[in-house]
């Protein structure tokens, strides 16, 4: 069954490091998503991208954030100088379409716990 | 906005006893709802999914959801535990109209006791 994949699984940073965070999605879906949950926290929404652009952004990606689609499989998530409240869980997610409402589902990858010393 | 709650952090049962993990959902229209699962160490599976057609939703492993409009519910429900069904449960909601993005409830930690 195809599934998202994510690397690394895990990552550990300094703080002011720029770190790449790279998911596969399925590989016949169009939309993309990237979420992130904070230890103990609620899992929360960051952006989603389709058809190279972004569709929909969150208030906690600030400009410190990017999200690419360098080639046809990898869709990357960019932070550009790491904060100490980056540290967390970011799962990388993909769907067939948005569907009417949202109605579509989302398939997750494994995530990457990223965590900034 | 839409928003959902979950009423229980952690939910402990015993092996071979039924299952109830609660969901409330605030939407200013008719949602997309799901359940997710996390085992640990793992991702988000989707267990099921309400999108507005049978009220009943079943879902892998045994479970199943009912979609309650007139009590802003989605409880999500199981006959019998089996220990693998120890992992963290969320009940999501979809942002709606034009964006894809979920919204997730805080989750709900299932222990099962032998």
């Known amino acids: 069954e195809p599934e998202v994949t994510q690397t690394p699984s895990h990552q550990v940073t300094q703080m002011g490091q720029e770190v790449i965070l790279r998911c596969v999605p399925i590989?016949?879906?169009?939309?993309f998503y990237w979420y992130r949950q904070i230890l103990g926290q609620k899992v929360e929404f960051l952006v989603s991208?389709?058809?190279?652009?972004?569709?929909?952004k969150s208030e906690i990606f600030d400009d410190q954030f990017s999200v690419e689609r360098p080639d046809g499989s990898n869709f990357t998530l960019k932070i550009r100088s790491t904060k100490l409240e980056d540290s967390a869980m970011y799962f990388c997610?993909?769907?067939?379409?948005?569907?009417?409402?949202?109605?579509?589902?989302?398939?997750f990858g494994p995530g990457t716990r990223l965590l900034v010393l | 906005a839409q928003s959902v709650t979950q009423l229980d952090s952690h939910v402990s049962v015993s092996e071979g006893t039924p299952v109830l993990l609660r969901c409330n959902y605030s939407?200013?229209?008719?949602?997309?709802l799901f359940w997710y699962v996390q085992h640990p160490n793992k991702g988000l599976q989707l267990l099921l999914k309400y999108t507005s057609a049978a009220t009943l939703v079943k879902g892998i492993n045994g479970f199943e959801a009912e979609f309650k409009k007139s009590e802003t519910s989605f409880h999500l429900t199981k006959p019998s535990a089996h220990m693998s069904d120890a992992a963290e449960y969320f009940c999501?909601?979809?942002?709606?109209?034009?964006?894809?993005?979920?919204?997730f409830g805080k989750g709900t930690k299932l222990s099962v006791k032998p």
């Open positions: 590989s016949n879906h169009l939309y």
């Open positions: 991208f389709y058809n190279n652009e972004i569709s929909e």
């Open positions: 939407s200013s229209y008719s949602p997309s």
């Open positions: 999501v909601v979809s942002a709606g109209g034009s964006q894809g993005n979920l919204i």
């Open positions: 997610a993909s769907s067939e379409s948005s569907g009417l409402g949202g109605q579509e589902t989302q398939y």
